[in-house]
Structures are given as C-alpha cells and as structure tokens.
C-alpha cells in the first residue's frame, strides 16, 4: 500500500509512472499518479476539478480521489504528501 507522494513537477506527463510519486504538469492542467494498483490515475486540476496545492515540495490534492473506474475502487486523500484510506467504494 501506498502511504505517501512525493511531487515532481514535469513538462510532460512521463510514459512510465513510478509509484509514489505525483507527477504535475502545470502546462496542461493535470497530476498524474499510480494508483496502489498499478494504473495510472489521471486529476485533471481547475476550479471545478481537483485543486493542487504544494506546501514545502509536498503535494495536497482536493476532493479525494474516488477511483469508482479502476477495477480496486480505492478511495484517499492525498494531504501534504500523505496519503490517507477512505475505504473502498461500494457497489451501490
Ligand atoms: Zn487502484
């Protein structure tokens, strides 16, 4: 299990995602990480979409992230670099 991010800022999302890292590129509007799972999780960043805060290099990321898509349905927050459980997502 994942229990925290690093951030990297990049110009271009990289092919090859490590694990632990949230990779943001201002250019285009969007962190990108690995999920515990392995796939890529895409949070594209705006008013309306998910807000990105950085705090002495580590990244916040607002709401949490649901991924209700990907087969493990995991749920966190990712807060100052940490990443914190909100259990899985139920079927209902
Ligand atoms: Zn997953």
């Not at 990049?10 to 890292?21: C, R, T």
């Not at 705090?55 to 209700?68: A, D, K, Y």
Request: charged fraction near 20%; hydrophobic fraction near 40%; aromatic fraction near 10%.
């Amino acid at each position: 299990m994942i229990d925290s991010f690093r951030l990297e800022r990049v110009q271009y999302v990289p092919k090859i995602l490590e694990i632990g890292i949230l990779y943001v590129a201002d250019e285009f509007d969007i962190a990108v990480h690995r999920c515990a799972c392995g796939l890529k999780v895409k949070t594209p960043l705006g008013p309306t979409e998910w807000q990105f805060t950085e705090e002495n290099g580590l990244p916040t990321l607002h709401p949490s992230i649901g991924n209700w898509q990907l087969r493990c349905r995991s749920h966190y927050l990712i807060t100052a670099g940490k990443v914190r459980w909100a259990g899985q997502w139920s079927e209902a």
